[in-house]
Each structure stands twice: as structure tokens, then as C-alpha cells.
């Protein structure tokens, strides 16, 4: 099995900056992908960000040029560099990865963390 356990969520005003992190524990192989995703009061978990074992990386919309999606494969851990926050901003951030349990694994498998709260006063 593996967990995944999120940190760095808080509450900051309008303009700052918070650094989210997320750290992949347990059968590890290789983390094919890492994602972040969050989920406005009332509506569906939208993909904030995601980077590729390559380091390609995408930003939705809202956050392009705001948020910076990084990831150290030593530590199994990625992290969200959140700068210029907006009160729209404000709800739980959820960490995902695509992993490959095995060397020889022919298919991977999704885990999710718990998810850290994220408030942006204005």
C-alpha cells in the first residue's frame, strides 16, 4: 500500500503565498505522475496542476503564473508553490499520484491524500 500525506495548508490574505507539500510513503517503485487537485464548496474535484516523470508539467486556467508545481523523486514528494493567493483560491487542496508499486508492474495504480485546507482571507 501506499499513503500519502499532505502539509503546508493554512490561511493567509489575499497576495500571499503558501507552499503545500506531499510526501508518498509504503511499495514504491517510481511515481509515474503527481498531481494536485482541489474542490470548490458545492462543485466536482478540479485538477489544479500536474507534473510528468519528464518534469512536463500543466496549470489549469485559474492558476497559470500564480502556482508552480514541482517534485524530488529522492524524497518521493512534490510540492505546490502557491504565490499571489485569491480568496477563490480558498478550499482543500487534495495530493494525487500515479504509482508503480513493482519493477515489473504493468500498470500502476492512482492514490489520493487526505487533503490540507487552504483559506485566503481578503
Known amino acids: 500500500q501506499v499513503q500519502l500525506v499532505e502539509s503546508g495548508g493554512g490561511t493567509v490574505q489575499a497576495g500571499g503565498s503558501l507552499r503545500l507539500s506531499c510526501t508518498a510513503s509504503?511499495?514504491?517503485?517510481?511515481?509515474?505522475?503527481w498531481s494536485w487537485y482541489r474542490q470548490p464548496p458545492g462543485k466536482e474535484r478540479e485538477l489544479v496542476a500536474r507534473?510528468?516523470?519528464?518534469?512536463?508539467?500543466e496549470y489549469s486556467d485559474p492558476v497559470k503564473g500564480r502556482f508552480t508545481i514541482s517534485r524530488d523523486n529522492a524524497k518521493n514528494a512534490a510540492y505546490l508553490q502557491m504565490d499571489k493567493l485569491k480568496p477563490d483560491d480558498t478550499t482543500v487542496y487534495y495530493c494525487?499520484?500515479?504509482?508503480?508499486?513493482?519493477?515489473?508492474?504493468?500498470?500502476?495504480?492512482?492514490?489520493w491524500g487526505w487533503g490540507t485546507q487552504v483559506t485566503v482571507s481578503s
Open positions: 494525487n499520484a500515479d504509482v508503480f508499486r513493482q519493477m515489473h508492474d504493468s500498470d500502476s495504480w492512482i492514490y
Open positions: 509504503g511499495t514504491i517503485f517510481t511515481i509515474r505522475t
Open positions: 507534473i510528468a516523470s519528464s518534469d512536463t508539467v
